[in-house]
Nanobody, 125 residues
Framework: QVQLVESGGGLAQAGGSLRLSCAAS????????MGWFRQAPGTEREFVSG????????LYGDSVKGRFTISRDNAKNMVYLQMNSLKPEDTAVYYC??????????????????WGQGTQVTVSS
């Protein structure tokens, strides 16, 4: 049974930082590309960042470029999202997602197979 469990969300002030973690189990982690998405109330799920199976390529949504950094530790089956210079508009539920891929990183939520339960990030002004 595949499980993705996010942690690290919470309340931060504008300009602050948070680090999200996603623990993956039940899958051959090194054959999966990993992504982070977010969804605010009344909006569609938005691509935040993604990383290839070996960490060799990373992608970011335009709204987070230069502020967020994705990384993964294949020895620990973990993926991380370091979020710096947080803004109130970063407030959302953040989801970790996985898709079998040894080639690239999908940008569309529908392409991902497995999802975590989400973790709330709230940024106050």
């Amino acid at each position: 049974q595949v499980q993705l469990v996010e942690s690290g969300g919470g309340l931060a002030q504008a300009g602050g930082s948070l680090r999200l973690s996603c623990a993956a189990s039940g899958l051959s982690f090194t054959t999966y590309a990993m992504g982070w998405f977010r969804q605010a109330p009344g909006t569609e799920r938005e691509f935040v960042s993604g990383i290839t199976w070996n960490g060799g390529r990373t992608l970011y949504g335009d709204s987070v470029k230069g502020r967020f950094t994705i990384s993964r530790d294949n020895a620990k089956n973990m993926v991380y999202l370091q979020m710096n210079s947080l803004k109130p508009e970063d407030t959302a539920v953040y989801y970790c997602a996985a898709v079998p891929s040894r080639v690239g990183v999908p940008l569309v939520a529908a392409d991902y197979i497995y999802w975590g339960q989400g973790t709330q990030v709230t940024v106050s002004s």
